[in-house]
């Protein structure tokens, strides 16, 4: 994309939002009474664990050389309202651009309805594949760096993906109430933005883990405590239960040992408790939150974070109280967020190219590369909803921070709101556009122009309107 087309890009784009139609498609989905017949969920689970040797989180970390616990994709089909719907899970790092749009297709094509209907969100644990396709092509042609995606191995897991889907449909359960709860989660999310000088830029960070006692000192920061359940019910018997908490999900990672981490293996605890009924955890807007605070790094501190999720879980089910399924309802809105002026393809390829660079300022371009192409393509980021009596499942993409969250809650007023970020990677991180003067590391990968805060933030007002 040269300097002049994405001139001309961005002047649309906020031209776009100034007069007010910054989406630029929208989809309603069906809107099925409470009556009628019945509606179905149909669970399914799949491994995803890569193979020994593949990259990890891009292939500037250690590859995967063993295997502690098995990465899984954990969702369900909704059937009952309208052309079937799909919500998914995935246990890596994440899943951008064309191989987004790969998964939810295959997930589509195996429910009987189309991709517009289907949600893919990744949990983002970092020993894990970060799937893009077009990145994966642009190091694979450089021929000297560790690969980012083994495309054979992505095609087996989506037909593992399609074979899943099928195999549920054949066992799909009857649901007639839905129930929500919420659980403080203590002593495990922290804002990692909490360190700056007198004029507000960032100073320091405090990531996934902290060993820095002066930055481990300093309080919590903003942060979403509560984590949100939505429960399916037939009659008095839960069937699934999704879990939404918004943190970095890492204690430690780089070791080239694949684990689910603590949310993944919070989520196994419940689920081996309950071992009819199907619980999903999606990781809600954690761009700028992770356990920093509260997490050293020591490997001594992973089963106590997960206790700590763990705990939350149970705590917000213990709120549930199954009501009648009322109005369902499937809505989607299309946008393309400008990108970043400071994007040059052309300076993009030369870093690339250059073998003099670390990996890591090889490999993370091509992503920032493959965004740019992707909007040449104009193939448009897809949020979505799940709208259910009072309760809305949102669905966003990428690394949003915590502001978009609690301003979901806010704009869906007395509805109960549970939000999944971590869908299509391609923009990496999502600031708020008053974040963006402040620097740090998460505005240094941030994609998008700060107009990408009105663009989203009018999707989330369509998606949660009444």
């Given amino acids: 994309m040269t300097q002049h087309t994405r001139r001309e890009f961005l002047k649309r784009s906020v031209l776009a939002t100034a007069a007010g139609w ?6 309603a989905g069906e809107e099925r009474p409470g009556v009628g017949g019945p509606l179905h969920l149909a669970p399914f689970r799949f491994d995803v664990t890569p193979p020994i040797g593949h990259s ?4 500037w970390i250690k590859p995967i050389e063993a295997v502690d616990d098995p990465l899984e994709a954990v969702g369900f089909v909704l059937l009952g309202a309208g052309p079937p719907i799909v919500l998914c899970a995935v246990d890596w790092t994440g899943i951008s ?23 893919v969100q990744c949990v983002h644990q970092h020993n894990a594949p970060f799937a893009c396709i077009e990145a994966e092509r642009i190091v694979a042609a450089q ?11 992505h095609r087996r897991t989506l037909q593992q993906a399609r074979q899943a889907v099928k195999d549920a ?12 709860g919420r659980g403080k989660v203590e002593q495990v999310a922290s804002n990692r933005r909490v360190s700056r000088d007198e ?9 996934s883990s902290c060993k820095d006692p002066e930055l481990r000192a300093l309080p919590e920061g903003l942060i979403d405590p509560w984590l949100r359940t939505v429960a399916f019910y037939d009659g008095t018997r839960k069937v699934a239960a999704c879990h939404y908490y918004a943190t970095h999900p890492m204690s430690y990672y780089a070791d080239g040992r694949a684990s689910s981490d603590f949310a993944g293996l919070a989520r196994k605890r419940r689920q081996a408790d309950e071992p009819d009924c199907l619980h999903v955890y999606f990781t809600g807007c954690a761009g700028n939150i992770a356990a920093g605070k509260y997490n050293d790094g020591s490997k001594e501190l992973r089963p106590v ?16 109280q199954p009501v009648e399924i009322g109005k369902v309802k499937w809505r989607t809105v299309e946008l393309l967020p400008p990108p970043r002026d400071t994007l040059s393809a052309e300076t993009l390829a030369a870093a690339i190219a250059n073998k003099q660079n670390a990996v890591v300022a090889r490999n993370r371009p091509s992503y920032m ?12 980021i897809v949020l979505s909803s799940l709208s259910i009596g009072g309760v809305s499942l949102l669905h966003l993409p990428a690394e949003c921070f915590v502001e978009y969250q609690l301003r979901a809650q806010d704009i869906g007023g007395d509805r109960f709101v549970a939000t999944a970020a971590y869908g299509d990677g391609g923009p990496w991180y999502i600031p708020v556009k008053e974040e963006y003067p402040a620097g740090g590391y998460e505005v240094s990968v941030a994609f998008c122009d700060p107009a990408v805060d009105g663009l989203l933030t009018a999707g989330m007002r369509e998606l949660l309107g009444s």
């Fill in 305 to 320: 974070l997960t206790s700590r999720v763990y705990e939350g879980i149970v705590r917000s089910e213990a709120e549930l």
């Fill in 143 to 153: 021929g000297d760096l560790p690969h980012i995606l083994d495309l054979d191995f």
């Fill in 369 to 380: 590369l493959s965004w740019l192409r992707r909007l040449e393509r104009r193939q448009p």
């Fill in 97 to 119: 651009n064309e191989a987004h749009l790969e998964w939810r297709t295959a997930l589509a094509e195996a429910a009987g309805t189309t991709a517009e209907r289907v949600a």
């Fill in 56 to 59: 990890c989180c891009g292939g």
């Fill in 199 to 207: 004029s507000g830029r960032i100073t320091a960070m405090r990531g």
């Fill in 22 to 27: 910054t989406l630029f498609g929208t989809a």
């Fill in 169 to 180: 449909l054949a066992n799909s359960r009857r649901i007639t109430h839905v129930a929500t």
